[in-house]
């Protein structure tokens, strides 16, 4: 095991995945010699070679599309957004090109489209989307929104080894913030797989990405204040979804507070929320609350954009209404 | 700016001169001549049997045609290396036939029946035969460019050298996603044919609502490839430009566009009755029917008889009806596969 | 009043602001001549002309960005998808140029983007997408899915006036399926409001687009073969969300099913039921029930898509289901 | 295919004899062209400024710096009409000063104070301001295109004879939605310039990883639209060039690409130390300021003295210190305006 940072432990994922597997390939822009903008491909030009490390003209279209042709030709190509929120100019290639393949021809698409997601770092409406759900209502597309370095690094290894695609969504302000021990080497976790971050009984939080953080440093206040147990699951893949963990929980806890960073209407909270208002609705001894931005892009001054971001005290305040039903 | 390709001016109907006599490739042998036909025909009696089809009420879906196209269709895959792969858009069949499909099969997709291999969820050329080397398109326009793109630079990433070809309308090569791909496969110098069926119409919609320059072909300077405009109704003509830039490609020279000008023959698709299409363009591309004119011509070189011809369409006739025949009996795919494959494992 | 189907229906509604206001125009492809791909603006270009009823490139993404520059200066366009699948090629446009300039520039964007959507006439995956829920996610997008002739006259009326984009959902299948009486020349309807369309008190259905027409009829067959009293709420539209309306409903019946043709996983049915857990939680006497499109691409043959989308007996299903809970 | 546009190419730095003479335009007075040094200064020494509050960790969001593109962006801006629209993109400081725009706000944006015309909801030069025809871009490259050629067709419209100017970058052009911008304009013979600022660079990226033509204004041609590659630090030149295409857009014979070679002086953004610039290149370039050698003509062509340009850019200076100083002092806007006006009434 080594420490690293979230950002640390994707790269290593990914060295580790093409070390293994030559058939594994990067394209994107600014991926070589530079290393990526956020410098998660550093050296990598130096260990595999610009055979594998395609630098690409600004084409997020002609960047999915390529990685999708490459992917029905034998090959498992990684294609990063620079920002995920460039990933509007590609959804085409994703949605309609990638996520119909399986169904119309039987055939996979091994393909990760990865990149730097999410807000709360001072970019702008245009560098900190959360747009994980349109690609979970897609069909035929997976979705992961990993937390954890070491999941980060497990899932990502898991994602390229799929043969369907798979949109990876990296937390931007989570690259360097957190570090955690990271199992070297060859390391995946099962996609569809929930994990119950912390144990409790009084309410679950259902959260992912950096909404995973926040939910735990509010159940740690409660803990602390109050001495409640809240309960957080870290869902990790919108698609599949792991249903049976988050209903455990729902069930067990009987109170339910669902976290995301994206904004609250048509989020992904909504589907955890309607699968427990159908699945647990015996079990729910309170309604279900949602903390989620405000429906508004992310903006940039950091004073609006604290109060349009959720964070640990709406996690807070929502569980004490909760707690207090 | 404002003036097109020649061929795309209305041409009075009496005017036989402005119609250029065949191109006769050194490069083709007589044998090769005689495949040629044949798949046009194919491809042409394939479209009259579909006609026939949506008439009846027996064909759903889009029925596009291709009539016009044919030269175009067969000449550029007739064109490919046996490991080359294609990219078929709307109105290439012909393609298809080339590349080894069977009716059979092409007739289980448009008619979604059960054996149809895509079990029913997409219809009319958007199927897949990795065997025969065929990736159908998907409805967005210009989506597969890419996607050729890149599985030539795999294809190359392996050390194999083979082509990608793909195709892309008038219409179509205005969307964005063809010019991202064509960019990348010129950035790269990937192995990729992009042949632009230039059938002087998007739908309803003449040229002069699609683009301004004269040919489309000029685009490929501000790509920096290779780009060239052929008749597209001059099918060894069409060959032999096709041949030479899927050579250059294998090469490692890079891309090509290669406009071909043609007529669409019919409407948009069966429900449209093209009224927007002035008869004397028509009647002056009639002149031009690529399978007719090769037909006359295959007869005047003295390498078959009408007679062979005749022959020859008679017995691909047949054996449409009899894939037919079979085909609408069968039901369509169980609903269950509905609820399958909408990932693979 | 005249009787229309809900094409004529539309078609009146943009004909009626056309006459009326100078600034309202259209751009999209085949709309001029030919009368667009399902003869919606046949005549138009006799009327209007060739300077407001423009014949675009196939370039959806030129549409979009061409009527949002129209919008920024002064026009009222009115951008047609041929099919609203094609959207996808002008997504970008409009959720990071539309959908953002309202928060940033405080400048209205006075657009419409329409189009026929939906599945169930035997097209294929690419030409029968709901993508509704992609928009609502969007922020500062507003997304109409009417239902009737008459709402649908009224809505595009208000939409074409609305000083901001939407993304105006018509339903293909039911462009000559459905007739009925319709207000001559002006006419609109607000944005955001609700309607129940049927009165009930044993359980609340909450639809929109076509299904509504489904959610009817099983209301209906229920009631004929058991009497039951089912109330249909058809939204109208997503953004903005007439929650009263729906809350009111729920808090009424205490028992709701969900209904739209989108598939399920993130679609908009999800929201709905959030906050129906969320805000009328005490009222609920039965799970929340969900019933939508199986989550795949729409496919093409009848027996296949048949078995994907959604219908009355599904619907009637569901509320069984929880009349009997 | 390969071979780019000669100011492409790593030049020895000892090469005096490649830079050209300076253009003097017949169409500026001298009046003008002090009107134009002061744009250039203030855009470069707002480019200091923003350097300076960077590096004292007073900016944040990106700070793109404009430096060796101020001829490009002052010299298109200046060459438009009164009542003519900019649509800028994120190195175009000299073409909102150009269109009247004052160092407060443009600094009130880009530090996001209360005050600023976006309410801290965005930052750099996204803001608009309908009153000075300013109209900034999105982050997304190549999405203004067509939004600027919307603009210029409502305009048209109604009887009015504006044309707009937009910009795009050497990468941004490999957009699929530059591609349809541009290629509608042209269909529709709107009256929008764009200036493609090729300085070399698409963040790490030189130009053969973008495309592979010789000069992207051989792109023109594909369109069906006027096309001209110049020297981008050349000021006048690129001024008469521009006035030139606004002009005969004005009339009604459509849209301009206008490729002005240039270089990007710094990194992509100032956290970029641009480390995969050949320092030659850099050399060469350097050699050719376009502020610093528009200063040396002028005072050649006794226009203005050393004395008379040091006293301006002290005026700038001073001028920008004051703003700055003002500026960050004040608050960041309200935490209430992120709730508001997600919609317009
Ligand atoms: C992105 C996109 N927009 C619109 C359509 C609808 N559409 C299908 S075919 C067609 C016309 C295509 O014209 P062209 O590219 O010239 O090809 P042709 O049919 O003439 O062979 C249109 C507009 C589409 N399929 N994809
Ligand atoms: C669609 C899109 N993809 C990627 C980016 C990220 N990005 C911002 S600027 C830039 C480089 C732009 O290069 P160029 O167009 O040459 O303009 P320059 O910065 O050199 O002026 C990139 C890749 C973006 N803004 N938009
Ligand atoms: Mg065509
Ligand atoms: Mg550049």
Redo the contacts with the bound molecule.
Sequence with gaps: MAIMTYLEAIADGIRTEMRRDPSVFMLGEDIGIYGGAFKLTKGFIDEFGATRIVDSPISEAAIVGAAIGAALNGMRPIAEMQFMDFVTCGF?QIVNVAGTTAYRWQMGVPMVVRGPSGGGVGANPFHSRNSEAWFAHASGVKVVCPAFPADAKGLMIASIRDNNPVVFYEHKGLYRKIKEEVPEGDYSIPLGKARVVREGSDCSIIAYGSAVHFALEAAENLAVEHGYKVEVVDIRTLVPFDEETVLASARKTGRVVIAHEASLTAGFGGEIAARIADKAFEYLDAPLKRVAAYDAPTPFAPTLEKAVLPNAAKVRQAVEELLRY | MAKKTPEKQTVSANDEATIPALTRSDLLTDDQRRIILTMMIRAREYDYAMQRLNRQGRAFGGV?SQIG?EATAVGSAYAMGDKDVLFP???NIGGHYVFGQDTRTLLLNQLAREGSRMRGTDGTGHYADPDKRIYGNI?????MIPVAAGYAMAARMRGEHIVTMTY????????G?SHEGINFAAVQKLPMILII???????S?PSHI?YACEKLSDRALGYGCYGITVDGTDIELVYETCKKAVEQARNGQGPALIECVTM?MRG?AEHDDFFYVPKETLEYWQKKDPVIRYENQIIEWGIMTREDIDALRQNIIEELRNAIDEVVELPFPAAEEGYRSVFVD
């Design positions: 085409n | 596009y196209n858009m709307h109105r409805s967005h326009l210009g989506s892309i309308g008038d219409g179509g090569i205005q969307t996603e069926e230039n059938n002087q119409y998007a739908y919609s699609e669409r948009h």
